[in-house]
């Protein structure tokens, strides 16, 4: 069985194809990114038969590049992307809430 990566660009594409695909999950994954201000990556991936379908959105200021999912503070001065902020936005996007929107992190993965 041969699995495809698929690296999406756009997060218009990439809301295409969930919305033509209709999965029923969405994984997501907080990274590091080096080069951006500041220095945080959100991972959004689901399959669809034999092939995997990625977005990656970095940070620009106080927010994400293409999502403007907000970039937040904690009491210790991290910054991170809050889990409730990235399910309203792909609720939101999508216009629906069955979808199930789990963390990759949590799962061993990335």
């Known amino acids: ?5 698929e690296r999406v660009l756009t997060w218009d594409e990439f809301k295409e194809l969930l919305t033509k695909l209709y999965p029923e999950e969405i994984y997501y994954a ?10 945080i990556a959100l991972r959004l991936t689901f399959a669809n038969e034999n092939v995997q379908y990625v977005f990656i959105d970095t ?3 106080d927010s994400l590049r293409r999502t403007r999912i907000p970039i ?12 409730e902020d990235i399910k309203k936005f792909i609720y939101t996007q999508l216009g629906r809430t069955d979808i ?6 949590l799962v061993g993965g990335y």
């Open 1 to 5: 069985m041969n699995c495809k990566v």
């Open 30 to 39: 907080q990274a590091k990114a080096p080069l951006s201000r500041p220095p």
């Open 59 to 61: 940070a620009k200021d």
């Open 72 to 83: 937040r503070e904690d009491k210790y001065r991290n910054l991170n992307l809050e889990e």
């Open 100 to 105: 199930k929107i789990r963390s990759f992190e």
